[in-house]
């Protein structure tokens, strides 16, 4: 395979939902290189399960979705992000549509389901549970019909180019790891994703490695709201299997949640019982684990009482892949676990994607708009990637520049190798240590010795010498921008729970966290 181009006029990275949308309103403007780091299919959006929302149906009003949205982000959402999040909304979903995505219909008409904590039907799906696969299809098809973007797969970027203050490319390692090179643009746009494997259990896929963050807090930018990680209650729980995601729809469509005693729980926590918001149902999970008696408790999701045609129409990947565990959905309870799911904070940006570097872009789940506050509604992911990945694009295009020549600065040998068994382990000891120490629960003591102990592991992450490698100096550089900006909350609040510090703090904290270099504050 032939190199990367040196010099493009617009680079984005990550080739999931927002960099994608993004692509496709700068193709107009000038040459788009897209760099996907394995995969175009290797992404969260691929993964995303549950649907997308957005108010269209007769019953609901824009409005009703954005109270929706404020009230799941308690109190921490950036009003103007979430505003137009749910205005752009319908614009965006008639785009998709006319590029060919097929959302479920029953006729010719859009149907609509509803998820924990929406008071209106208002996720679209396509073939039942595959909806983030559907709208990634169609993205793509209608990126390749555009002469000027080109996307490039198994394309690793190490880390952004500055110069004189200003992001102008990034250094990349090619797909067989022998050699790093340059690609230098007018603008860089972060869409990388989410970042999920800093945790030991997590519904990502191992690309989420929070590169994005990572890249941009080394080159000197701002990033937000680290603390609030966003942990699904319901990831399926087998020693022998990775997490698999059990789609919130489905307690949408009324399942239940049963102990080991196969009582159901969820009501005595909150009176929306298995619809409540995700961080009261992942910790209520938490606590009937811990006040089970059995060694290795479990809870479970029962959907044993729905209709079974149903349910296979509804779900069918989710279905068939539980029963290639031998699972079957319809008639057996099904082991789960909560498991790290979702981003709220990232990269620190305006509404149009602007970063606090110059020449530098975030969008969709890299991105820390302030639109989820402390918590994210269901569905409004894939709906971030697609409006914020629009607005970034059509800023960069607005503000084109001359794209700096590409440098003369020599390849540099990088090993991609066999797997190194060093960096695996150091992995695995961090995904653990943030497991049991900045997981869904927390306190002040294990917040300081986990930051104790990431400082320990930090010389071993210095020099990265392969892909891997990069990619473990970025799960460490994230795991400690999410345990400083924990530990600098003393309060609890949506994703973030602190036992030590039950109850909000509004005069304290009713603002977002902002880490920059060695400086942590809230404004």
């Not at 006040?291 to 045609?309: C, G, I, N, Q, W």
Request: proline share 4%.
């Amino acid at each position: 395979m032939e190199s990367a181009p040196s010099q493009t006029d617009f680079l984005v990275i990550g080739a999931g939902v927002a960099g994608l949308r993004a692509a496709v309103e700068l193709a107009a403007a000038g040459t788009v290189l897209v760099l996907a780091k394995r995969e175009v299919t290797d992404s969260n959006t691929q993964w995303a399960q549950g649907g997308i929302a957005a108010a269209l149906s007769d019953e609901d009003e824009i409005s009703l979705h954005l109270q929706d949205t404020l009230e799941a982000g308690d109190g921490l959402c950036n009003p103007q992000a979430a505003k137009v999040l749910v205005e752009d909304a319908p614009e965006r979903i008639d785009e998709l549509i006319q590029w060919g995505t097929e959302f479920d219909r029953q006729g010719t008409k859009l149907t609509f389901g509803r998820e924990g904590a929406h008071s209106r039907n208002r996720i679209l799906h396509a073939h039942g549970d595959s909806t983030g696969r559907e709208i990634l299809r169609a993205l793509y098809a209608k990126s390749q019909t555009l002469k000027n973007i080109s996307v490039r797969e198994f394309e690793f970027s190490a880390n952004l180019i500055v110069q004189n203050g200003r992001v102008c490319g990034v250094h990349l390692i090619n797909e067989k790891g022998e050699q790093q090179q340059q690609t230098t643009a007018s603008a860089v746009l972060l869409a990388t994703g989410g970042m999920g494997q800093i945790y030991r259990n997590t519904t990502n896929p191992a690309v989420a490695t929070g590169d994005g963050v990572a890249m941009a807090f080394r080159a000197g930018a701002e990033v937000s709201d680290m603390e609030f990680i966003q942990f699904h209650p319901t990831a399926l729980y087998l020693k022998s299997a990775p997490r698999f995601l059990l789609s919130e729809a489905l307690r949408g469509e009324g399942a239940y949640l049963r102990n080991i005693e196969l009582d159901r729980f969820m009501p005595k926590y909150h009176p929306m019982g298995e619809l409540a918001p995700r961080d009261v149902v992942a910790r209520a999970i938490v606590h009937e684990l811990e006040v089970s008696r059995v060694k290795d408790p479990l809870v479970y999701l029962d959907l044993t009482h729905l209709d079974a045609d149903y349910i296979k129409k509804r779900f069918p990947r989710i279905y068939s892949t539980c029963m290639q565990l031998n699972i079957d959905i319809t008639a057996d309870l099904i082991p789960i676990r909560p498991a790290a799911h979702y981003a709220m904070g990232g990269v620190r940006t305006d509404l149009e994607g602007r970063c606090t570097l110059p020449g530098l872009y975030a969008a969709g789940e890299a991105a820390a708009t302030g639109v989820h506050g402390a918590n994210r509604l269901a569905s409004n992911s894939l709906l971030e990637g697609l409006v914020f990945g629009a607005r970034a694009g059509k800023t960069m295009r607005d503000e084109l520049r001359h794209a700096p020549a590409g440098s003369s600065e020599p390849n540099r040998a990088v090993s991609n190798g066999p797997i190194d068994t060093a960096t695996e382990a150091v992995i695995g000891e961090l995904q653990d240590l943030m497991w049991q120490d900045v997981g869904i629960v927390r306190s002040g003591p294990r917040l300081k010795a986990a930051i104790e102990q990431l400082s320990r592991i930090a010389p071993r992450m210095a020099h990265p010498q392969t892909r891997r490698a990069h990619e473990a100096q970025n799960i460490h550089a994230v795991s400690l921008l999410v345990a400083r900006s924990a530990l600098a909350r003393e309060e609890s609040r949506g994703a973030h729970y602190r036992t030590d510090f039950p109850a909000h703090d509004d005069v304290k904290f009713l603002k977002h966290s902002i880490i920059q270099g060695d400086t942590i504050r809230f404004a």
